[in-house]
């Protein structure tokens, strides 16, 4: 796990029968902490789980209640009963617990803190995405196909699925920073996607809003469809931070912390 972390380079490595980049660092207007977490735990020999936590900004311990989220479910995640022999690892129930678990240590916080997480299981090459809040997760084929693709919990996210408005006007909208739902609040719900074989080639990608504010999904999924992980996940993180640099233009420009985990198959 990542805390509070301010990487100058994006790392990889091989991952359950695959590659894995991350990358994670605080927001270039801002000198307080990244309350961004970034998180892999592979759990036997091709089980495994990826995640990524966002606190939220202008709420008292945003990267506290980021770290409280994820250690909660590590420990959920640690003490799942080992899978029988030839059996994958059942982690839904251990994932679920670790949710639930984390929202209350974020409430019994009392200060209001709060954080979005976005988290994939991975059994082999089938996959499965659970998410609270508007850190998202993605995956494209070589060819640009969107095979998965979470839709944010909040207003502008559900507008943009319902039709109602343009991923270019949405990630201009004044009202972009809304969330209807996050860890630490009591009437947090968790989504989750049903599962998804992943192709040889296909890229799961993992962030937090940071890029997703930044770069609209087809530029994202442009660069990270094709190529040595590692150079595109560099490539996407170079484009995120001059947007962020930015002082002027019709490019998006949000600055914010920015975490970024990929993983990509064998």
Not at 49 to 76: F, Y
Not at 104 to 124: F, K, N
Request: glycine share 10%; aromatic share 4%.
């Amino acid at each position: 796990m990542l805390f509070e972390a301010q990487m100058t380079d994006v790392a990889s490595f091989d991952f359950l029968g695959g590659s894995v980049a991350i990358f994670t660092t605080r927001s270039p207007h801002k000198e307080t902490p990244n309350e961004d977490v970034a998180a892999l735990w592979p759990i036997g020999q091709t089980s495994g789980v990826l995640a990524v936590a966002d606190g939220l900004g202008g709420h008292a311990g945003g990267e506290r209640a980021s770290r409280l989220a994820t250690e909660a479910l590590q420990k959920s995640l640690q003490a799942a009963p080992p899978a029988a022999d030839g059996e994958p690892t059942d982690l839904r129930a251990a994932i679920l617990d670790g949710i639930e678990a984390a929202n209350q240590s974020v409430r019994d916080l009392g200060t209001g803190a709060a954080t979005t997480m976005a988290l994939v299981e991975i059994q082999d090459r089938t996959i499965r995405p659970y998410h609270v809040g508007d850190s998202a997760i993605l995956v494209t084929g070589q060819r640009g196909k969107v095979k998965l693709q979470t839709i944010p919990h909040s207003p502008i996210g559900y507008a943009v699925e319902a039709g109602l408005m343009k991923e270019e006007e949405a990630i201009h909208h004044e009202a972009r920073h809304v969330i209807s739902n996050v860890i630490g609040s009591d009437q947090m719900r968790i989504e989750i996607g049903a599962p998804l074989e992943m192709a040889p080639r296909d890229t799961l990608l993992i962030a937090s809003d940071g890029l997703f504010d930044n770069l609209l999904p087809d530029e994202i999924i442009e660069a990270v469809r094709s190529g040595p992980l590692e150079e595109a996940i560099t490539g996407l993180i170079e484009t995120a931070q001059e947007r962020m640099a930015a002082q002027e233009g019709t490019a998006p420009c949000k600055p914010d912390d920015l975490t970024v985990i990929a993983y990509r198959p064998s």
